[in-house]
């Protein structure tokens, strides 16, 4: 079976992040979107973690997770913790989520937290031609 890749985050932010991908690679049935909504604790949101990966077998997912430190990461860290086999990956972005669906379709590795900051830039450097040390003076 093909890896799984669960977005988890604060609210809405993981489908629609799923859903924005989607708009440049096209339908994605292999990425998953689970939200904490405001109505639900820590339990509440393990459930929802737990009837997904009862699905998948734990090697065959990867979990991005919007905030290191917030509650949906802290809660499948937890499950890591207590011997869940999947990698977590927090502070996800949009060019995470694609470098995770290009080394899915190239079969090649990649470094999802250095795809993520690269990718963040500060634009106006890039648009005036100012580097990093110009920044600082």
């Keep these: 079976m ?3 890749l669960i977005l988890v985050s604060h ?3 993981a489908a629609e992040l799923k859903r924005s991908t989607e708009m ?3 339908p994605q049935e292999g990425i998953h979107a689970i939200g904490l909504l ?3 604790g ?3 949101f393990q459930v929802k973690v737990e009837a997904l990966l009862a699905n998948y ?3 065959e997912v990867v979990i991005f997770a919007d905030l290191q ?3 949906p990461c802290n809660v499948v860290s937890r499950m890591v913790l207590e011997g869940a086999s999947f990698d977590i990956y927090a502070g996800m972005n949009m060019p995470m989520v694609i470098a995770y669906l ?3 379709w190239t079969g090649q590795e990649a470094d999802f937290a250095e795809k993520a900051r690269q990718n963040t830039l500060h634009v106006n450097s890039l648009l005036f031609g100012e580097d990093d040390d110009d920044l600082d003076e």
Aim: glycine share 16%.
């Design 2 to 4: 093909e890896k799984q």
């Design 11 to 13: 609210g809405s932010f």
């Design 24 to 26: 440049i690679m096209g």
């Design 38 to 40: 405001e109505s639900e």
């Design 42 to 44: 820590p339990e509440d």
């Design 57 to 59: 077998k734990e090697d």
């Design 69 to 71: 430190g917030g509650t």
């Design 102 to 104: 290009n080394s899915l």
